[in-house]
């Protein structure tokens, strides 16, 4: 931990230029292994901050191919984290402990 | 049950490879075995605590927690590998030309490969604490029963073992210059892997810059989640839709890996003149 604690605080440096301007927020939240918000539409080119609450009683771990983005959310828990800036187009996105229900697609535009 | 096989089977394949890997690449090193199956128990270990701490881990670092301290592990990993290939670049003829009694050369390199051990319980600790969350989350949801959940659980793991088998078991039976070739490229390619794979949980915590999402996309030729794209995906960190940031990282670390084999190479030799 203390490594990768130098080497973010080091990272934080590089990223901090791109903090100033408010980014655009998303809610998102898990129900019965649903997400409530099957198409989220962003707007291309900006950076998205995604938080997901996770109602459900078991974890979940949010995951996208398109989207590179991996993220484990606890049972009840919230995770917040950034995708883009994107190019237009359609980025799926499911619930990978519960593919068949936990779908979704971001379309940035 | 298929779902929870397949599920599982996608979360150890890569740290089967991996292991395959190291498994070849240190073939006739004496106690092997103990410690590669040493390093499969701890990683199994710590597996299951970063799965009861999850909830703690996630909530460190303003809620980027997870993200930093699998960025921590991958690039703790890729350092380690970068050094084994390094290592290997200045011991590795030597190695070869005494496949039979390695003893002494690999003593004077055991931390090289002790390094890699270290890869593998860092390997199986990252993709192992996703898998008993998963596994957790199948029982505590109760549809499924405890027996159908460790029988899904034991058959994907099966599955990525036998992966992981197929990959040692093609590397030595290559001809001994071939093999140390390709198992230090194996290697090496792993370590731009983990580069890019920390640029990623970075970048998705933005304490990264993405640059260019995506840089480019050929998820329309071979998909990420096709058989060959999870392979090469595990290999050598395939992915159609890559960030420009994670291009950055693995380019950079490949790079840096092979241009410090060169002249590492290029070294007058430390001890006796080098069987040239």
């Keep these: 931990m203390k490594i990768s604690c130098i080497a973010a605080s080091l990272l934080l440096s590089l990223a901090a230029t791109g903090a100033l301007a408010a980014d655009p927020e998303v809610n998102l939240t898990l129900k019965d292994h649903r997400f409530d918000l099957t198409e989220i539409k962003v707007p291309a080119g900006q950076r998205v901050k995604i938080t997901l609450r996770n109602l459900d009683s078991t974890p979940e771990e949010f995951h996208s191919d398109s989207l590179n983005r991996e993220k484990v959310v606890t049972a009840g828990g919230t995770a917040t984290f950034f995708i883009g800036p994107l190019k237009p187009g359609k980025y799926p996105f499911m619930g990978e402990f519960n593919a068949k229900t936990a779908q979704g697609v971001v379309i940035a535009e | ?276």
């Design chain 2, 1 to 276: 049950m298929l779902n929870s096989a397949v599920i599982v089977f996608r979360e150890c394949l890569e740290a089967a490879l991996i292991i395959g890997i190291i498994a070849a690449a240190t073939r006739g090193l004496p106690g092997r075995a103990r410690w590669i199956v040493g390093s499969v128990m701890a990683g199994v270990a710590g597996s299951v605590l970063v799965a009861l701490g999850a909830d703690e881990i996630a909530n460190l670092a303003e809620g980027y927690g997870r993200e930093l301290f699998n960025a921590g592990v991958v690039m703790i990993a890729a350092a380690m590998l970068a050094w084994h290939c390094i290592w290997m670049a200045r011991h590795g003829r030597e190695l070869a030309a005494s496949a039979r009694q390695v003893g002494q050369a690999v003593a004077s390199g055991s931390a090289a490969f002790s390094a890699l051990g270290t890869v593998i319980a860092l390997a199986v600790l990252r993709e192992g604490s996703e898998t008993v969350l998963f596994l957790y989350g199948l029982l505590a949801g109760g549809e499924q029963s405890a027996f159908q959940v460790a029988l899904g659980g034991l058959a994907g793991l099966a599955g990525g073992a036998l992966a992981g088998y197929i990959l040692y078991a093609g590397a030595v039976r290559l001809p001994m210059k071939a093999f140390f070739a390709v198992t230090n490229g194996l290697i090496a390619l792993l370590a731009a892997q983990m580069a890019s794979q920390g640029a990623r949980f970075l970048s998705q915590a933005d304490l990264l810059p993405t640059l260019a999402a995506p840089l480019w996309d050929l998820s329309a030729w071979l998909p990420d989640g096709s058989v060959i794209g999870r392979t090469l995906n595990a290999l050598a960190g395939y992915r159609a839709m890559p960030s420009g940031i994670e291009v950055v990282f693995y380019a950079t670390m490949l790079a840096a890996v092979v241009i410090a084999m060169e002249l590492v190479r290029r070294l007058p030799s430390p001890s006796a003149p080098s069987p040239a």
